[in-house]
């Protein structure tokens, strides 16, 4: 299942990818005999096969687990729940005499990676995309697809059909006490509709941003990869202006110079300050003397608590809140609003007692 005709010279390897990362992997495969174990990666190949099907060697980058297979999906977050749902229908309909029968547990993330050499010279991935990728997959039961949070966060939000195939599946810690917040995708019942178009998105929020969509798009895709395209889609949906859709747009970046960069580029087509609910009228008005800053520690705490809510937006909304804020309690209270669920509220909220 690994390329040794593609060469890493296809693929930039001086950059970072914001990728979809699907890990498979074959329940108690070590305990089987061989022959079991071979049957098992024949049928596994062929699954796998199926549901990549569609897509060219220049979409992905597939590394070979043994037990399994870890395939880097570098263009829209579909093709990973596409083809973890393909591998799983055809498991969980195989017919037949099947006195070993095969199961599989399945993870998906949305994170970041880079692609690399390995010690053959085929192109390979590295990075926490793949870390999280693979413990998201730990958590799985057997026949079981979870995704991360910030999977879910871009691919849910692409149609309301999406939506319906996940449900949240509660906050799992891994072996570094890291928890992740995990969503089951179930296997679907029936067609969903097509994706709204960025167009139809943006023009919601700002008619006068809808010519610059692509422009937006090439110098995001420069910086985290083809699926800019679906970022920006994504990132429209939660936006009631083009200062807001920046500002999401900037949480899918990690690093600050690439951020700097992605808005150098974009020039003058997002605004330099939230200016369009602003009342003019105001602007005579004496600025309030600014508040004292909460303590980087607070901030970053703020911000792993958040996330496990509301994904990468947690950095963004805790930057913006913490402006207007001078305790860690008040800090939190202004965050809860951003949760959806009224009990994901409340328990957010009590985490600003913990020590």
């Given at each position: 299942?690994?390329?040794?005709?593609?060469?890493?010279?296809?693929?930039?390897?001086?950059?970072?990818?914001?990728?979809?990362?699907?890990?498979?992997?074959m329940?108690?495969?070590?305990?089987?005999?061989?022959?079991?174990?071979?049957?098992?990666?024949?049928?596994?190949k062929?699954?796998?096969?199926?549901?990549?099907?569609?897509?060219?060697?220049?979409?992905?980058?597939?590394?070979?687990?043994?037990?399994?297979?870890?395939?880097?999906?570098?263009?829209?977050?579909?093709?990973?729940?596409t083809?973890?749902?393909?591998?799983?229908?055809?498991?969980?309909?195989?017919?037949?005499?099947?006195?070993?029968?095969?199961?599989?547990?399945?993870?998906?993330?949305l994170?970041?990676?880079?692609?690399?050499?390995?010690?053959?010279?085929?192109?390979?991935?590295?990075?926490?995309?793949?870390?999280?990728?693979?413990?998201?997959?730990?958590?799985?039961?057997?026949?079981?697809?979870?995704?991360?949070?910030?999977?879910?966060?871009?691919?849910?939000?692409?149609?309301?059909?999406?939506?319906?195939?996940?449900?949240?599946?509660?906050?799992?810690?891994?072996?570094?006490?890291?928890?992740h917040?995990?969503?089951?995708?179930?296997l679907?019942?029936?067609?969903h509709?097509?994706?709204?178009?960025?167009?139809?998105?943006i023009?919601?929020?700002?008619?006068?941003?809808?010519a610059?969509?692509?422009?937006?798009?090439?110098?995001l895709?420069?910086?985290?990869?083809?699926?800019?395209?679906?970022?920006?889609?994504?990132?429209?949906q939660?936006?009631?202006?083009?200062?807001?859709?920046?500002?999401?747009?900037l949480?899918?970046?990690?690093?600050?110079i690439?951020?700097?960069?992605?808005?150098?580029?974009?020039?003058?087509?997002?605004?330099?300050?939230?200016?369009?609910?602003?009342?003019?009228?105001?602007?005579?008005?004496?600025?309030?003397?600014?508040?004292?800053?909460?303590?980087?520690a607070?901030?970053?705490?703020?911000?792993k608590?958040?996330?496990?809510?509301?994904?990468?937006?947690?950095?963004?909304?805790?930057?913006?809140?913490?402006?207007?804020?001078?305790?860690?309690?008040?800090?939190?209270?202004?965050?809860?609003?951003?949760?959806?669920s009224?009990?994901?509220?409340?328990?957010?909220?009590?985490?600003?007692?913990?020590?």
């Open positions: 299942m690994s390329n040794p005709e593609r060469t890493a010279e296809s693929f930039d390897l001086e950059r970072t990818w914001l990728v979809s990362v699907l890990f498979v992997d329940v108690r495969y070590s305990t089987q005999s061989q022959e079991v174990q071979a049957q098992w990666r024949t049928r596994f062929q699954y796998l096969n199926e549901g990549l099907k569609d897509l060219t060697e220049h979409d992905r980058v597939i590394l070979d687990c043994g037990d399994g297979a870890a395939i880097v999906f570098l263009g829209e977050p579909e093709a990973a729940m083809c973890a749902l393909s591998v799983l229908g055809n498991i969980v309909l195989e017919k037949g005499p099947l006195p070993k029968p095969l199961h599989v547990r399945i993870g998906i993330n994170g970041s990676v880079r692609l690399v050499r390995d010690i053959n010279g085929n192109l390979a991935a590295a990075g926490d995309g793949i870390n999280v990728g693979q413990r998201i997959m730990s958590f799985a039961g057997d026949n079981q697809i979870l995704v991360s949070r910030s999977f879910y966060e871009v691919a849910s939000l692409l149609t309301d059909g999406y939506a319906a195939l996940f449900r949240a599946d509660g906050v799992r810690k891994d072996k570094h006490q890291r928890e917040r995990v969503y089951e995708l179930h679907p019942n029936a067609a509709p097509a994706p709204a178009t960025n167009t139809q998105i023009r919601k929020i700002a008619p006068q941003f809808a610059n969509i692509k422009t937006v798009e090439h110098h895709a420069l910086i985290v990869g083809p699926i800019a395209r679906r970022i920006v889609q994504s990132a429209g939660r936006a009631g202006s083009a200062t807001e859709l920046r500002d999401n747009l949480a899918f970046i990690p690093e600050k690439d951020q700097e960069r992605f808005l150098t580029a974009c020039g003058d087509i997002f605004p330099a300050t939230s200016t369009e609910s602003f009342d003019t009228a105001q602007t005579s008005v004496p600025k309030p003397k600014p508040l004292p800053p909460l303590e980087p607070i901030l970053e705490r703020a911000r608590d958040l996330a496990l809510y509301v994904g990468p937006m947690a950095k963004v909304l805790v930057n913006r809140a913490a402006a207007k804020v001078s305790t860690r309690m008040e800090l939190y209270q202004a965050l809860a609003p951003e949760i959806p009224a009990k994901d509220r409340e328990a957010f909220l009590k985490l600003a007692a913990v020590p």
